[in-house]
């Protein structure tokens, strides 16, 4: 009973539902109390784009190639798992089979090799052609040392996933762990507008009551170090202690299971026992009416991203649904 599913029949449906004046949004305090992400189907789970599916064969053929990924696991056959497990995780563990436990261990340590080191090349070709990227003075300053990568010092790899140089990644098509949100869920509508890849798009709302009482956690940085940060009203969720259940399952957590598994815990907050999340849906074809909408309330690609490159594509891109048809007028 933790999420609530509407399922919309027209556009404008779907943005009256959308609309931060609808009872379901409204708060008696200052404070943002839902978060809001869009979708281009439906049935997505809200996974991280490091660890969906998709990712693995990328991260097979970097480290294929990668005689530094090699030295990092010379000499390491152990199928102890490279991650904190509790008492009760670890027995389950030890009763996996052995070469699962080492599948498991190399798919655990080429993950974090494969999103460490995308961070750092992104960081460091950015550096080298005049961009300011924020980092870690430990990155901008020391030689990372990847064999931080495996037991027993593994504490880096987390330091990596938190800064705002990720966040900046993640803005540029950088695959992280971070997941985009935002406080607005007119732009969550109009994420999910642009690329239908489904039979429904989607906008998922998140309490941030549930965020914070699970082990989720909101992760935001100054947002005038990220003018598209800004312009989207935006913030991060992450995953802290995702470890061992890829160490007991061979998959990387959504967010939807985590809150499902929370919420159904007899221990959970009182709070969070009815809906904590809503999913509101709609036809993928219906998609161009919404970006149309969203123009008009000049939510776009241009007023979203505010690059000169972003103001092109949204004056070609309006060619798309401007026709007779339009329901709105023409100006010229």
């Not at 660890?51 to 990092?72: G, Q, T, V, Y």
């Not at 969550?188 to 998140?206: E, H, K, Y």
């Not at 949204?314 to 026709?323: I, K, P």
Request: proline residues 7%.
């Amino acid at each position: 009973m933790w999420l609530d599913v509407v399922d919309c029949n027209s556009a404008d449906e779907f943005i009256a539902n959308l609309r931060l004046t609808h009872p379901r949004w409204k708060s008696d305090t200052l404070e943002h109390e839902w978060l809001f992400r869009g979708m281009g189907d439906a049935t997505w789970k809200l996974r991280p784009s490091a660890w969906r599916s998709a990712i693995h064969p990328k991260i097979r053929e970097f480290i294929s190639s990668s005689k530094e990924f090699e030295n990092i696991m010379y000499n390491w056959g152990s199928s102890q798992p490279p991650m904190d497990l509790s008492p009760e995780q670890r027995e389950t563990w030890n009763n996996l089979s052995e070469q699962t436990r080492r599948d498991r261990s190399l798919a655990f340590v080429s993950q974090q090799y494969f999103e460490l080191h995308l961070l750092y090349d992104f960081w460091q070709i950015a550096n080298e052609v005049g961009h300011q990227v924020d980092a870690p003075y430990w990155v901008a300053n020391h030689p990372i040392r990847w064999s931080d990568l495996v037991p027993p010092s593994i504490g880096m790899r987390d330091k990596f996933f938190k800064t705002i140089l990720s966040a900046t990644a993640q803005h540029h098509g950088i695959p992280t762990r971070l997941l985009d949100w935002t406080f607005l869920p007119s732009i969550a509508a109009f994420f999910a507008a642009q690329n239908p890849s489904g039979s429904r798009i989607a906008v998922w709302a998140l309490k941030r009551s549930a965020v914070a009482s699970s082990r989720l956690n909101l992760f935001q940085v100054p947002r005038a170090s990220l003018p598209f940060l800004h312009a989207q009203s935006g913030l991060f969720i992450i995953d802290d202690w995702p470890y061992a259940d890829f160490a007991l399952t061979g998959e990387w957590p959504s967010h939807e299971d985590v809150l499902s598994d929370y919420c159904s815990r007899p221990d959970a907050c009182v709070a969070l026992r009815g809906n904590v999340a809503c999913k509101i849906t709609l036809p993928a074809s219906m998609a161009p009416s919404v970006t149309e909408i969203l123009w008009h309330e000049r939510i776009s690609r241009a007023h979203l991203m505010p690059t000169l490159d972003c103001v092109s594509q949204t004056v070609l891109g309006a060619y798309e649904w401007r026709n007779p048809k339009s329901v709105f007028p023409r100006f010229w």
